[in-house]
Each structure stands twice: as structure tokens, then as C-alpha cells.
């Protein structure tokens, strides 16, 4: 198991550049996602990790040795495809066994660690039918099983449960997390799913456009986004912007929103232009003696809880709120926010202005 | 029940697409069947008026495919004593005495030399290529397999009198390799173009999966993708042997001696003794074999072959 540390890596096609400039650490036995829409480069990221893409510039490192140019097969890391790509023309035995025939290990001893990985993951009955007629999950355990099979020193996958449908993902996912706690490997996943990285991951490492927007926990990168798009694609509903012509003071712990004062967290820099006030649904009350006022458009029972969507001057603001809290559609409510949770965007840049409450998250980029 | 029914046809239905099948086959395989049973006809009954479907089986065109003969008188044929072979049995009731071996062997092996040679080379040089095109940035590789296209975009046999001088100046006239690399050069684009389609159907994270697990990019070609390109290799292969064991006009034109194929030897059986059908029949009948067998044993490729892709899965 090993440390996967990844510096200014580039990535250009022709002219367009898949990933710009991505840098971040993978710690040893860390559960690591790279979350980002389609398109983003966190899975030209990932093959440039696993050898499958060469790096325009920059350099990976692999428990401390530089391995941006080797070869795949150099690299002793292992690999789970979103289609499985699991060898059709051999059965799930052949299948397992197949990296080990490459190192040119004794038979018995491949014999052995085939039928140990096969105990782990429960598919011992299977081992000699073809891959072919194997069920969706099945496959997935035959390909994971392919991958621990060698004791890689990190294992690389990209959207492993993509070609599962709903129900059964849920399932994979615990048993992958659970797998990967028993084994403690250094794992690299990509998803575009938010709440399968936020669900899994020990680290997640946001990108957008071939930039990582983000790197941290789970729970600092949902309380305290570095961009405007990682609050954006965070969180289900996503972070309620309101956008507004206002200054802060460094120091300052109050912006002026349609000529109404809202406390913010004590600021470390000062900005005056285009702000955007960011706010997380759940920390959006109904607040009778709040000047921000608005009509209900909408709400959404969700069980314990109900999203309410509220029409205000400055665009329609989301707030999650018990669901035994009365809202009617039509009816005028007014709203207010947790102080402490709130966080101020340059509108022109995206960026998260430093503040008492982030900058221990945001600080040390 | 319908005719456009989903459903299990009724045994009627099946009964009467069976006897299609059959009728249809009959039909196509007459000409077949007829060749087939001329070979082992007496001369007389071959080119008997009305023709003959009853006959009495001889095997006399088989010898005469395989002999040289010359008549003589009867009383020298008495001279020389009784038959010695069963062969030399069936010829002599004519008066003739067998002489030698003819040179069909040595033309039939011609044939398989040509025509097994050029299909492998065109399946090792279009299976690499096809590949080299499917997976690798290759530049104007548009272009560059357009060009290969394009080679087919006419008979060959329309560059008939290049071709005839090309190879007298390269001393590639009556060779078997001039005639194998002749056939590779016009069956090498239909061989390029069929396996690019067949190997860009299998997705590349098969070569990446072996990549990662050891294994050399030729290792991962070797063993991944060859055992799952098999169909497409097959049925390549079929049409690539095919084309290159009937091809008659090139034969002719560029073999006259060592190196000539049995196309352009079966007509010349007829006038070196008189119209032997038999003869020419029982030529066409063991010609027809090899790709025969060939086929059949090939023909579960074949038929996935024909249609694949043609669903995606």
C-alpha cells in the first residue's frame, strides 16, 4: 500500500486541455473519490494515474517513486472499468487468476490467493462459469476480485457501480466501503455521483474543467466550499445563492442585502462590487420578523423533512424544514439564516471569500 | 393466426418454410450435384442425348484426371499382358495404356500453396494493420484507409498489362510468390477494411484491463484481442481464400509452368484427348473440396461473422 501524491499534472488533447493543473495527495490506505460532472477530467486524471494516458507535464508519485511515464504494468496498481472488462473468452476463474500468470507465480499459489479472494467476496460458486452469463453484481465482484487479487499498492476505479442499477448499487457500495476498510488499500474512485462520494469517501477532491476546485472531507467541503460551483454541485437541493451589489470589510461580520443588514462570519478580506451570499437549504428558516420576504412556490415532502421553495427579490430561495412546520402554497413567509453558517462568494471569480468560520478549512490553499 | 405473428409458427407454416428451404437448395445445388456426377461417368454417358441421370459408375474420369495415356494397337495391348493395376484395368477396355502421372497433382498443390499462402499473409498483414488502425493516432489515417478502399475500385484485371510487366521485369512471372503476393495486394483492402469493423467492436478496456495486469501491449493484442477478433478472422479468412483459389484471369495470364494454378489447368484437359468431361468434372469435383471443407469447418464463424454488429449487444 502506498501514498499517491499528484503535482501540477496536465493533460492535452490537440488543443484542448482535459486536465489543467491537478494537484492533490492520496494518503496510504486513504478511501479517495474524485468527484466532478461529465467531462470534467477526473477520469483522464485517474488513467494517467493508472498508466493508461500519458501526462503532457507534472508528476505522480506512487509510495514515493515517480511513475508518470512508466508503463501500466510497472506501476503495480490495479484497475476496476465502469464495463467491468472482464476477459469474455475465459471463465471467472482464468479471469482472477490472470495477473498472477503474468507475474509467472506457481500454480498452487495462484490457486491458493484465487480461492482466498473468492472467500472474501462470497463467489466461490461461481468461480468456474463464464463471465458471460454473470449478473450485473457478479461481474463487479469478479472485477474487484481481479484487482485485490495481486495486493496492488493502490487500487484505481472509475465508477465501479455505474453499470448497476439503483437498488443494487446502494448494496456494492457498502460492501465496497466495507472491503476496503478490512483491507485498508489506498483507493482512487471516480464518480460524478455526489452522494456515492460523500457517502464513501474518506477525501474527496472536486473538479471542474480540468481544475480542482476543491480537496478535502466530505463534511468540510459540504460546510465550507471553496467555489461557488463545488456549492452548487454539493448537496441535494444544492446551496441557495443570492447574488447582490454590496462590500465587506476585512474584519467586517455584515453585508447589506436589499437594504436589509444579514450577519455573515467575521471576514478575513475585504471585497466591495458583485457578491453572492451563499446558504445551505437546511440553514434557511422561516423567520416572521425577517425583512427578507417571499412567496411559497413549492414544497416537497420528504419524509422527516420538506423542502420549501420561497419566490424573493433576490430569486427563488430553497429551505429545508421540519416537515410537521406549516407552509402553504401562496402564502407570504419570511426568511432568515444561520449566522454561522453562511459563506460570501466573489460573484466575478466564484471564489469563497476567507472568513473566521472556513478559513481553517480554506486557509492553507 | 396471423402471417406477421410474433408467435411459434403452426406446423403448417413450418411444413411449407420447409419445403422452401429444400426446394431452394435443390435448386442451387443442381449444377453441383451435376458436376459431381459427370466426374464419375463414362465418356459416352457424359455427353449422352437425352442426358443420363442413370448411369454406371466408373471412376475412369478420376484416372484419366490423373494420368497421361496413349492409344495403341490391340494386338501390342495383347503383347503387353494382362493389367497389372485396377487403374491400368479401367483404361485398357479403351486401348490405351496409362504412360504417366498428368500434372494436375503438381497443379492442385500449386493452387493450395497460392491460395493458403496469400489468405494467411493477408490475414497476419490485415490483422495488424486493422489494428494499428483501430486503436492507434495514425496520421491521414482517414485518408490512408480510403486509399486502401480505393485499390478496390476497380476489376483488377483492368491493370491486367502493368501488372503482366511489372512482373516479367521482376522475375515474378510463373512464381508462386508472385502469384501470393498478387493475391495479398488485391485481397489485403476487403481483409484491412472487415477486421478494422470486427476489432473496433471489441472495447479497448479489454487490451487496457491486461495492460494493467501485467501484461506487454503485444501480449495484450496476443492474447485479448486475437481470441476475441477469431470470428472476424475467420470469416476474413474465407473470403480472402476463396477469391484467391477461383481467381482464373490472372492465372492464366501470369502462369504458364511451375507455378500454375488448377483453374487455368482443368480446361486444357479437354483437347489433349478429345472433350474427356469426366475428366474436366472429376478436376472441378477435388477443386471444389478443400474450401469446402475449409468452409464448413469455419462456417459457426462464418455465419456470426456475416452478422456481427449487424445488432448491437
Given at each position: 500500500m502506498a501514498q499517491i501524491r499528484v503535482q501540477n499534472l496536465r493533460k492535452d488533447f490537440g488543443s484542448f486541455s482535459a486536465v489543467k493543473s491537478s494537484t492533490f495527495t492520496v494518503e496510504d490506505g486513504e478511501f479517495f473519490m474524485l468527484l466532478?460532472?461529465?467531462?470534467?477530467?477526473k477520469t483522464t486524471t485517474l488513467r494517467m494515474m493508472a498508466g493508461l494516458e500519458l501526462p503532457t507535464s507534472g508528476e505522480i508519485y506512487i509510495g514515493g517513486e515517480e511513475v508518470g511515464m512508466k508503463r501500466a504494468s510497472q506501476r503495480d496498481i490495479a484497475f476496476v472499468f465502469q464495463m467491468f472488462a472482464l476477459y469474455p473468452h475465459m471463465n471467472v476463474r482464468k479471469n482472477i487468476s490472470y495477473p498472477l500468470v503474468s507475474q509467472g507465480m506457481k500454480r498452487a499459489e495462484v490457486a491458493a490467493r484465487v480461492a482466498d479472494v473468492a472467500r472474501i467476496l462470497k463467489i466461490e460458486n461461481i468461480l468456474d462459469k463464464p463471465v458471460g452469463g454473470l449478473s450485473g453484481g457478479d461481474r463487479q465482484r469478479v472485477a474487484l476480485g481481479r484487482a485485490i487479487v495481486r495486493n496492488p499498492k493502490a487500487f484505481l476505479m472509475d465508477?465501479?457501480?455505474?453499470?448497476?442499477?439503483a437498488e443494487f448499487r446502494e448494496h456494492m457500495a457498502e460492501e465496497l466501503r466495507a472491503l476496503h476498510d478490512r483491507m485498508g488499500a489506498t483507493t482512487v474512485y471516480v464518480t460524478h455521483d455526489q452522494l456515492e462520494a460523500m457517502q464513501m469517501g474518506d477525501k474527496i477532491v472536486v473538479m471542474n474543467h480540468g481544475v480542482v476546485e476543491q480537496f478535502g472531507r466530505p463534511q468540510q467541503i459540504y460546510d465550507w466550499p471553496a467555489t461557488r460551483f463545488v456549492a452548487a454541485f454539493i448537496g441535494s437541493p444544492p446551496m441557495n445563492f443570492l447574488e447582490f451589489e454590496g462590500s465587506i470589510a476585512a474584519g467586517g461580520s455584515q453585508v447589506t442585502l436589499g437594504g436589509q443588514g444579514v450577519q455573515v462570519p467575521v471576514s478575513r478580506e475585504g471585497l466591495s462590487g458583485k457578491l453572492t451570499l451563499g446558504a445551505r437549504p437546511e440553514h434557511t428558516r422561516f423567520d416572521e420578523h425577517s425583512a427578507l420576504r417571499g412567496r411559497v412556490l413549492a414544497t416537497e415532502y420528504l419524509g422527516t423533512t420538506q423542502i420549501v421553495t420561497v419566490r424573493t427579490d433576490h430569486g427563488e430561495i430553497k429551505s429545508r424544514i421540519p416537515s410537521n412546520q406549516h407552509a402553504r402554497v401562496g402564502e407570504t413567509v419570511g426568511l432568515s439564516f444561520d449566522a454561522r453558517t453562511l459563506t460570501l462568494f466573489d460573484s466575478l471569480t466564484g471564489r469563497a471569500l476567507l472568513s473566521e468560520a472556513n478559513e481553517g478549512v480554506l486557509g492553507h490553499v | 393466426m396471423s402471417s406477421y405473428s410474433v408467435a411459434e409458427p403452426s406446423g403448417a407454416q413450418k411444413l411449407v418454410a420447409g419445403a422452401l428451404v429444400i426446394l431452394y437448395a435443390c435448386i442451387t445445388s443442381l449444377p453441383l450435384l451435376w458436376i459431381i456426377a459427370t466426374g464419375f461417368k463414362s465418356p459416352s454417358d457424359a455427353i449422352a442425348y437425352p442426358p443420363k441421370v442413370i448411369f454406371e459408375p466408373t471412376v475412369e474420369g478420376y484416372v484419366n484426371l490423373f494420368t497421361t495415356r496413349t492409344r495403341m494397337p490391340q494386338e501390342q495391348l495383347d503383347a503387353l499382358g494382362p493389367p497389372q493395376t485396377w487403374y491400368d484395368k479401367i483404361v485398357r477396355k479403351d486401348g490405351v495404356i496409362i504412360t504417366g502421372a498428368s500434372r494436375f497433382a503438381g497443379r492442385f498443390y500449386n493452387s493450395v500453396i497460392i491460395g493458403f499462402g496469400s489468405t494467411a499473409l493477408c490475414i497476419v498483414l490485415g490483422t495488424a494493420a486493422a489494428y494499428a488502425f483501430s486503436r492507434f493516432k495514425v496520421p491521414f489515417k482517414d485518408d490512408l484507409l480510403f486509399f486502401i478502399l480505393s485499390t478496390r475500385m476497380m476489376p483488377p484485371i483492368a491493370v491486367a498489362i502493368p501488372i503482366f510487366l511489372m512482373f516479367r521485369q521482376l522475375g515474378l512471372s510463373d512464381t508462386h510468390a508472385g502469384l501470393i503476393l498478387l493475391y495479398t495486394a488485391v485481397n489485403l483492402s476487403l481483409s484491412v477494411w472487415l477486421l478494422k469493423g470486427f476489432i473496433d467492436e471489441i472495447p479497448v478496456e479489454y487490451e487496457e484491463a491486461a495492460l494493467i495486469d501485467g501484461y506487454t501491449r503485444f501480449q495484450a493484442f496476443y492474447k485479448v484481442v486475437l481470441p476475441q477478433a477469431a470470428t472476424g478472422i475467420a470469416s476474413t479468412a474465407i473470403f480472402c481464400l476463396i477469391f484467391a483459389w477461383n481467381e482464373y484471369a490472372f492465372a492464366v495470364l501470369l502462369t504458364s509452368g511451375t507455378a500454375q494454378t488448377a483453374p487455368p489447368f482443368i480446361p486444357t484437359i479437354i483437347g489433349v484427348s478429345g472433350q474427356d468431361w469426366p475428366a474436366v468434372a472429376a478436376g472441378a469435383t477435388i477443386f471444389l473440396v478443400p474450401v469446402m471443407v475449409f468452409t464448413i469447418l469455419l462456417r459457426k464463424h462464418l455465419l456470426r461473422g456475416i452478422t456481427f454488429g449487424a445488432v448491437r449487444k
Open positions: 466532478g460532472p461529465s467531462g470534467c477530467g465508477e465501479p457501480l455505474g453499470a448497476l442499477d | -
